[in-house]
Nanobody, 126 residues
Framework: QVQLVESGGGVVQAGGSLRLSCSHS????????MGWFRQAPGKEREFVSA?????????EYGDSVKGRFTISRDNAKSTVYLQMNSLKSEDTAVYYC??????????????????WGQGTQVTVSS
């Protein structure tokens, strides 16, 4: 059973940066599409970013984070990262990592993901 564990969340001032990490426990990481989603209190879950497992690492970003966040993966470490720069108060949320092996592209639909982490809190103070 694959498990995902997020880390790197915390409190940061507006304009600052954080890097989230998601560790994948299985031996199938290299063939898994990985995604990041977030959910703020009282709001629906929102797509943040995703990365395929193809050699050219196809990526997708939500409109609200384009140009500020960067997703990457290290197959040797079975870890996916989310570098978050120029953070804003509206980025405050619980960030979740997700994995799927059913779809090969950088998937934006949360229904296409099969395994989820427990989440890590990111709080941006203004």
């Amino acid at each position: 059973q694959v498990q995902l564990v997020e880390s790197g969340g915390g409190v940061v001032q507006a304009g600052g940066s954080l890097r989230l990490s998601c560790s994948h426990s299985g031996r199938t990481f290299s063939t898994a599409t990985m995604g990041w989603f977030r959910q703020a209190p009282g709001k629906e879950r929102e797509f943040v970013s995703a990365i395929s497992f193809f050699d050219d690492d196809i990526t997708e970003y939500g409109d609200s984070v384009k140009g500020r966040f960067t997703i990457s993966r290290d197959n040797a470490k079975s870890t996916v990262y989310l570098q978050m720069n120029s953070l804003k108060s509206e980025d405050t949320a619980v960030y979740y990592c997700a994995a799927t092996q059913r779809f090969a592209g950088a998937e934006v639909d949360p229904q296409r993901y099969d395994v989820w982490g427990q989440g890590t809190q990111v709080t941006v103070s203004s």
